[in-house]
Structure formats: C-alpha cells, structure tokens
C-alpha cells in the first residue's frame, strides 16, 4: 500500500516534469524548480536559491526581474541590459552558438563590461558571484537541456617577434578585419555603419586607439578568445574554423600595436616602420594561408 | 485518510496519460512503417504585380560589383515571373506526417556568391546537415538568426575567401530562420526548417515533394514577405497529386 502510493507520487511528478518542459514561459512551479540550479566553479558551488536577495538589491534594476533585461533602469541604458531568459551571451570561452561555462560567467560578474553600465562585482563574495551565476542561469530553460561547449583550447603564448607581429597584421588584411574595425583599427570600415545587434539595435565595432580594455577581458588571453569564439548575439563572428591556434597569437600581437598603450608590439611596430595596410593591394605574400588557396583569390 | 486517495488518484491520471503517450507514440511508429511513395507537385502564383525590388548597390565590396556589372542585381523578397510564378516559396507537411523520424540524407549547399546567397531560400529537414560554402574572393561571416529563446540557436562564424566548408545542421523545427552577413548588409537569406519533405518553389513558381506516403495531410506555403497559406490534400496510394497555392500582392 505504501510503495503504491509513492509509486503513483513519482508518476506524477513525472507528468509534471513533462508538462513544465513543454511551456516556454516560467510558471511559478518551474521558477521553483529551476531555484535548484547550481553554478560550478573551481571549488565553490553556486546555488540559485541563495542568490535571490543579492539579485533583487543588485541586478534586478536593470536585468529585471524576471532576467529579460527590462529593468527599470534598462530604457535608460545603451548598451541593453543582457536579457537571461535568451540564453544568448558574449563572453565565452566556448564555440559559437554554445552555452558559456559557468567560469565564463563567474568571470563576467566579477570583471564587468567595459563600455557598458555593467559594474565589476568583485564587492562581492566569491560565494555571493557563484550563487548569482547559478542565479542567472535558472532563467533560462536551455541550462537543464544542454550543456555548455567544450571551451576552445589556447595554446601557450610565444615570444613577441617582428615576424609574428608582421604575420599579425597580414591575418588583419587576410581575414578582412578592417571592414569593420578599419584600416587602422579605429572602427571606422566600410560596414562599420550598418552594424546591428541580435535585437536590431545598432552597434559600433571596437575602436582599438580608444581602449586598453576590451568588453569581454583585457588580458593577451582574453584578446585571442573574443576574436576566436566570437561574440553572440553582436555581428562579431567567431574565427576558430579558420585560424590555427598559434597564428591567432600573431593576430593578438598585431592588435596590441594598435592600443593606446605602450606595448612591446607597439615597440617593434615602430622599429619596423609598419604602416596601416593597404587594402586595394593584395595580401603580403607571407601572408599566412589558413586554408588550401583557390585560384578566385588571385588579385585580378 | 484524504490525502493519499488524492495522490492516488492523481498518480492514476498520470499513469493513463502517460500510457496513452506512449501508446501513440508506437503506434506513429508502426504506420510510418510501409515505404513512403507518390508525391504531390503544384505551382505558386502570386496575384497581382510584384512590389519593386530595390537594386542592390554592391560598391563597397568592388570585387562583388564587378561580377554584377553586366547584370546588376536587386532585392529578392518577392521574386515572381512573367506568368505570375512566384519563386522561393517552401511548400510542406505540416500536419498529417507521421512519416520517417530519420532526417534527409542529401546535403545542400548554401552558397555565398557575388555577395549573394545561392540559394535565397533553402528547405531543410530537421536535423538534416547542410554544407556552407564561399565562393566569393572575399571574407563573409555566415550568421544565421534563429528566434531567440527558441529552440534553435543564433551563431557566427566567418567564412575567409577559399576558407573549406562549414558542416551545420539545425535541431528543430523553424519556419524562418533569417540568414545575414554583417560585412554585407545587403546579404539576406532564409532557411526553413520543417519535420518532413518540402519543395521550394522554381522560376516558374512549380514545387515538387517527393516520398509522402497515402494520406490525409495540411500542407503550409512559406513566402519571405507574404506569410503563409494552407490548404488540406488527400493522397491516394500509388498515385501523385497536385496542389496550387496563390499569393495575393500585398
């Protein structure tokens, strides 16, 4: 008699399970089921369930709620608080189209966004950052679904050399980087303009002369894994399909020439005389090929 | 004593759902059992004169202009023929099939071409893997953009001149997904991802869906602009039929 009514218990849950995964939109039931969402990193353990209060005082003004992104705060904001309930992020160590690792989000939180109104959280509790995590994930149902990418593999830096940096830039002309970022890197290419963000909303690419940092990181790393993986839901695309892993450093090494900073790249930059490339002329021919040449490629 | 007759009885709805599911569930796969045969072909019309497609002004990406010099190119949201059949329309099953859970083996290609992409319009079963090729002598980044919080999801990958295919494949159903290059504003495509076989409408606005089986069916007609129509077909065993849809010019 017992076991048949825990029997008929599990079955029931079981159809609730069921029906609550059909439903895109959070019901309450849901919303307390995904309240056991877990973010993992290093040693820490997030939980969603502790991070409620923290949410509620720092990240509901602008995230909202509910995670869309429509806060009160969010009319006043440009870039768009991040709406959670997407799924969709920046920031990832992971290939194009995945879930970011709890790390990458943990990272995010406690770094925040250059050129946006998201803060560093670092205020807060390693506990508190893991907890906001999981906190962040139980928006959206695609956490209990998938699982996040394999993040991309980053081989060791090499040394800084004229070759690489020389490398670097022709990766910039190659991979036609200056479309959008410019010649220079100053942001200003010919489809700079026309940019558009996942939601529509206009979008300008990153002005290298302007900033040390970059949105997701400002680390030699960070710089190899944006352009790698990309950035979703912005028209940055990931280049890990055409760019071997150590040629990437050269185009890291490129770019750091580039910032307003003083930089050994910028050093050799100057010992070298580099100019800005030229784009009406084809390629260097120590331009690296990332991939067999078709005879379409031949300047005309 | 109240409490447990009512998990009882909530655990005996639970086991009668779930037993109907799985009920219907074998039986779906028992019908889709005998080999699909005839099929059902059609045209498209549109009703009416095409809206006017704007010329596309290539000049930022010389390399593209040149090779649409001689024939300059426009938009392609409403592509029609001189006898009114309209092109880039996916007819498909949308209810009725029942048919083959196993996705189609052929591999399209979507091609980037002269800053376009060839096609505009690709049909595509679900979890039916499709290659992405460029054949442009310069960088494209292939962005699709599923709805988002759907289940499909948006990525972006750049695709340089010569650079090997991309092998993709969408997980679920999806009636459109938007296709766009950032570098080319003017780049627009739409791939549509339905359970089953399609046909995409030719110049001539003709279609054609292969392998359906006997049986009652709605069938849904996808334009990029003008929405859908729908319309129930029977099909009788051994024998094709047809279906015509008419787009009215908005």
């Known amino acids: ?300 | 004593m109240k409490k447990p007759n009512l998990y009882r009885v909530i655990g005996t709805l639970s086991a009668v759902l779930i037993l109907a599911f799985v009920v219907t569930k074998s039986q779906r796969s028992v019908r889709a059992a005998p080999p699909p045969e005839g099929g059902i072909a059609g045209t498209v019309k549109l009703e009416g004169t095409a809206p006017h497609q704007r010329p596309i002004d290539m000049s930022k990406e010389p390399a593209c202009a040149a090779v649409h010099k001689a024939n300059p190119v426009t938009t392609e949201n409403v592509v029609a023929g001189a006898d009114g059949g309209l092109k880039n329309v996916v007819v498909y099953i949308s209810e009725g099939w029942s048919g083959s859970p196993e996705a189609a083996t052929s591999t399209p290609t979507w091609d980037q071409k002269g800053c376009q992409y060839i096609p505009h319009v690709m049909g595509l079963d679900v979890n039916q893997h499709f290659k992405v090729t460029n054949s442009d002598p310069t960088s494209h980044n292939i962005h699709p953009m599923p709805k988002p919080g759907g289940p499909n999801h948006e990525w972006n990958k750049s695709q340089p001149s010569g650079a090997p295919p991309i092998d993709a494949v969408w997980g679920s159903e999806e009636v459109a997904i938007h296709v766009k290059c950032n570098i080319h504003p003017w780049m627009s495509g739409y791939m549509v991802v339905v359970k089953g076989p399609y046909g995409v409408s030719d110049d001539s606005g003709s279609f054609k869906i292969e392998n359906v089986p006997p049986g009652n069916y709605t069938l849904t007609a996808w334009q990029e602009t003008l929405g859908t129509q729908t319309q129930k077909i029977t099909l009788a065993a051994g024998k094709p039929s047809t279906a015509s849809f008419t787009f009215k010019a908005k």
């Open chain 1, 1 to 300: 008699m017992r076991t048949q009514q825990v029997n008929s218990l599990a079955c029931a849950v079981a159809v609730l399970a069921i029906c609550s995964l059909s439903s895109a939109q959070l019901t309450k039931d849901q919303e307390d089921t995904n309240l056991g969402m877990e973010a993992h990193v290093g040693k820490l353990t997030g939980h969603a369930k502790d991070a409620a209060m923290n949410y509620r005082r720092y990240c509901a003004g602008c995230h909202g709620d509910l995670g869309d992104g429509e806060g009160e705060n969010a009319v006043w904001l440009d870039p768009k608080p991040r709406n959670f309930t997407l799924a969709t992020f920046k920031c990832r160590s992971t290939p194009s189209g995945s879930l970011p690792t709890d790390e990458d989000l943990y990272e995010t939180v406690g770094r925040g966004l250059e050129s946006s109104n998201m803060p560093s959280w670092n205020p807060l509790s390693n506990q508190s950052r893991a907890d906001l995590v999981a906190y962040v994930k139980h928006f959206s149902e695609r956490w209990k679904t998938e699982k996040p990418g394999a993040p991309i593999e980053i081989p060791v830096q090499p040394a800084v050399t004229a070759d690489r940096v020389k490398s670097g830039q022709a990766l910039f002309q190659k991979l036609e980087c200056w479309k959008c970022h410019g010649v220079e890197g100053r942001a200003n290419g010919p489809s700079a303009d026309t940019l558009t963000d996942d939601q529509n909303r206009p979008i300008k690419p990153f002005n290298f002369h302007d900033q040390t940092r970059f949105k997701c990181g400002e680390t030699d790393r960070d710089l190899y894994r944006i352009f790698m993986t990309g950035l979703d839901g912005t028209p940055m695309p990931s280049f890990a399909d055409n760019v071997k892993p150590d040629e990437a450093w050269d185009l890291v090494f490129y770019l750091r020439t580039l910032q307003p900073m003083h930089t050994q790249e910028k050093e050799i930059a100057k010992q070298l005389g580099l100019k800005p490339i030229n784009t009406n002329a084809p390629a260097p021919a120590n331009a690296p090929a990332p991939q067999p040449q078709s005879n379409e490629n031949k300047p005309q």
